[in-house]
C-alpha cells in the first residue's frame, strides 16, 4: 500500500517514538476537519466522535470560532501579559461557574491539576490528596496514581502508572474506590490532619456518579475542613453550561478546567473560592504562603477569542438541548442494537459523552470497567473506524455539529459492525 498516508507514517515511525504523538493509533493522520466530520490525509471520512479529545465541542472549524482566533492572530499571538480577551474569559469562567471566584490560566488540564492540588496543599498546609481509582486528572506524578491500574492494589494504597515516578509520592496519595461515600468518608475522618485535598471527577470517564454520591463527598470534605477540587477538564461547559456543578447541583471548593474553554487552542484553568486562589497572589498571603505559577501562554489571547467564541455559541439557547438529544438518542440506539444482537453490553455515560462496556455487570468503579470485553471492545472500534466513525478507545464525544445525516451514517455503521461482530 503506497498511500500518502502510509509514507507520512513511515516518517512518523522514524522520528517519534511508538510513530505517534502519544495520544492516538499513528496510523490514522487527520488532515482537516469540519463541523463534525474528518478527512485523513488519503481523503477518507469520517464522523468525529473523538472531536480532539474533546475541544471541539461546537465541532471543527466553526466559523464564528475561525473568525475569531484569526482576528487576533493578525494582531500578535502571544505577549506573556495581561490582555484583554483573557482577562474577558475569565470574567465568563466567572459569571458561568458556580465555584469559580477567581480564575487562574495554565496552558494544559495536566497543569491545572496540579496547580489546583497545590493550592489545596498551600492552603491547608497538608499534603496528601485523595484521588479516586480510575480517575484522570491528567499526566503529573500525583495523578499518574490509580490511574488505570492493571491488578488492582489494595484501598487505599496507591499504584503508580507509569515509568519514571519516585517513589516517595505514593506516601501523598490515597485512593478510593469511585462511587463508594461510606469508603470516602472512613478515609477522610482518618486522614484528615495530613489531607489537602480531594479530587474527583464528578462524571469519572463515562461514570455517572450516582445519585448522591457527590453530595455526599461534599459533605464530608466540608465536615473535616478539606477542600473539595473538582476536575471539570471534560464535563466543564459541557455536561452543561457551568459544568458538572450546574449538572448535579454540587459545588466544590477549586475546580480545574481546559479542553472546550480554549476553543481547540491549548489552554486551561484552575478557578474557585478567592480564600483559596489568594495563594497565586503574593500580596494577599505573604511570601511564605505565595504559590509559585509561571506560564510562557498563560492566557494566550488566540485561546481566549476561540474560547470566548466558542461559549457564545453554547449560550446560545437550545444549544444543550440539542447535545444532549442527539447523545440520547445514540445511546438508546447503541444499547438497543447491541441487545438486539445478544451480546451483553452496558451504555455507560451521560450527555453529551458515552461508550458501551462489553459486560453484563452495571458500571459504577473503575473495577466494573474490567469486567468488560476488552478485546470486543477493540474490535467494535477497529470495524466501525472502516466504516467511517472515528473515535477514542473507550468515548464518544458529541458536538452540537453533528448532523442528522451523521447519526444515522453512524447508527447504520453500528448495525454492519455489530453483524460482524456476531461471526
Ligand atoms: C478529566 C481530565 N483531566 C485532565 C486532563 C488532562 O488534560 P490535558 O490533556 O489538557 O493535559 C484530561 C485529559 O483528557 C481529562 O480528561
Known sequence: MDTIESNVFETAKRVLPGGTFGNFPGEV??????????????????????????????????PEVTEAAQAQIAKGTTFFANNRLGIELAE???????????????????????????????FTRRDKIL???GGYHGMSDYSLMSLAPKRSGNFPMPVPDSA?????????????????????????????????GVIVEPFQRIIPPEPGFLAAVRKITADNGVPLIF???????????????EYYGVVPDLCTLGKVIGGGFPLAAI????????????????????????GTLSGNPVAAAA???????????GAYERIHGTERELMATLGGLLREAGIP????????LFDVVFTDQKVRDYRDTLSGDAELMRRFNALLRERGILKGESKYYISLAHTDEDIAFTIDAWKSAIKELKV
Not at 474560547?307 to 439557547?317: N, Q, S
Open 231 to 245: 476536575d471539570e477538564v471534560v464535563t466543564g461547559f459541557r455536561l452543561a453550561y457551568g459544568g458538572a456543578q
Open 164 to 196: 519514571g515516578i519516585p517513589k516517595s509520592v505514593r506516601e501523598d496519595m490515597i485512593i478510593a474506590p469511585f462511587n463508594d461515600a461510606e469508603a470516602v468518608d472512613a478515609l477522610v475522618r482518618e486522614h484528615k490532619d495530613d489531607l489537602a
Open 131 to 133: 484521588k479516586f481509582e
Open 29 to 62: 493522520i487527520i488532515r482537516e476537519g469540519k463541523a463534525g466530520r474528518v478527512w485523513d490525509e488519503n481523503g477518507k471520512e469520517y464522523v468525529d466522535y473523538l472531536l480532539g479529545s474533546g475541544p471541539m465541542l461546537v465541532g471543527h472549524a466553526h
Open 345 to 352: 453490553a452496558q451504555i455507560s455515560g451521560e450527555p453529551p
Open 271 to 294: 478557578a474557585g473560592k478567592a480564600e483559596i486562589m489568594a495563594h497565586f497572589d503574593k500580596s494577599k498571603v505573604g511570601d511564605e504562603n505565595y504559590l509559585v505559577q509561571i
Open 307 to 317: 474560547g470566548l467564541a466558542t461559549m457564545a455559541i453554547l449560550k446560545r439557547p
Open 92 to 122: 465568563a469562567i466567572v459569571d458561568a461557574v458556580p465555584c469559580a471566584e477567581q480564575v487562574r490560566f495554565v496552558s494544559s488540564g495536566t497543569e491545572a491539576d496540579l496547580y489546583a492540588m497545590r493550592a489545596a496543599r498551600a
